[in-house]
């Protein structure tokens, strides 16, 4: 479901920015968001039942699919709608086809928005129960288990001991979050300091520098350094204070 959800959404953003029907495929991608969980429980049911595909991980896979899917979709779309599509056709008249111009140019800038949409369409699928009991057949996933055990028997050293794994789970991934974004910013900030063509990962801290006598340069500086006037051919050099005479002599003795 991690997986699968955030390509389908990058798709539907796509086809909402490119084609020409934007309000159609966005009501698409939106209607499952109203309609009830038993309603489309059933439904998806009723609907395998004809096609002839059997309750497995394949349904429960799906109708997770299909309900994670809106929320992946209007996460995907508003990371989209800030990124400049410029960018893209300039790629294109670079020589760039589709694929390649994708992969290097907006995927950078929309990476974090495909991260955010799979990890919240994996949330879902793990806390539904509704749409999946109605199609799991004979297989459990483990909100099914849960209430399945806890309407049986009741509440068992079982259930407890599975419920503080899951909270004990959760806890580790929302600290791994927490220590990953620094470690992330520190590298985004040393590759903001870096001179262009200066590869960050090899770089040396800015503190060492001075401790060997360099000064580092900052990208910003060194966009703003004046270059020297290029002199084309043909052309009288640009001359400061200068009279049009004097530029005449000075190409005349250039040819």
């Known amino acids: 479901v991690g997986l699968v959800t955030p390509v389908l959404a990058v798709l539907a953003s796509m ?26 429980g059933l439904a998806t049911a009723v609907l395998f039942q004809r096609l002839g595909l059997e309750p497995s991980l394949v349904s429960i896979c799906l109708v997770n699919i299909l309900w994670a ?16 599509t410029v960018q893209t056709e300039a790629a294109w008249m670079l020589g760039s086809n589709r694929w390649r111009a994708f992969m290097d140019v907006e995927f950078p800038s929309i990476r974090s928005g495909v991260v955010c949409a799979s990890t919240f369409s994996m949330i879902l699928s793990f806390i539904d129960s509704a749409r999946t009991s109605l199609v799991q057949g004979a297989h459990n996933t483990v909100q099914t288990y849960i209430w399945s055990s806890y309407k049986q028997v009741g509440l068992s050293p079982t259930l407890y001991a599975l419920m503080k794994i899951l909270i004990v789970f959760t806890l580790v991934l929302v600290l791994a979050f927490r220590t990953a974004e620094p470690a992330r910013n520190r590298a985004r900030a040393r590759h903001r300091l870096c001179a262009p063509g200066e590869d960050p990962a090899t770089r040396l801290p800015r503190a060492r520098h001075r401790a060997r006598g360099h000064r580092p340069v900052p990208r910003v500086a060194l966009a703003h350094r ?13 001359m400061r204070g200068g009279t049009p005479g004097a530029a005449a002599r000075v190409q005349a003795v250039r040819g």
């Open 69 to 84: 899917l809106p929320f992946a979709f209007l996460i995907v779309l508003t990371v989209m709608s800030g990124f400049a």
């Open 226 to 238: 004046r270059l020297p006037p290029r002199i084309l051919p043909g052309r009288a050099a640009p």
């Open 15 to 40: 086809a909402v920015r490119d084609l020409r029907i934007p309000r159609i495929a966005m009501v698409l991608m939106l209607v499952p968001l109203f309609i009830p969980g038993v309603s489309m």
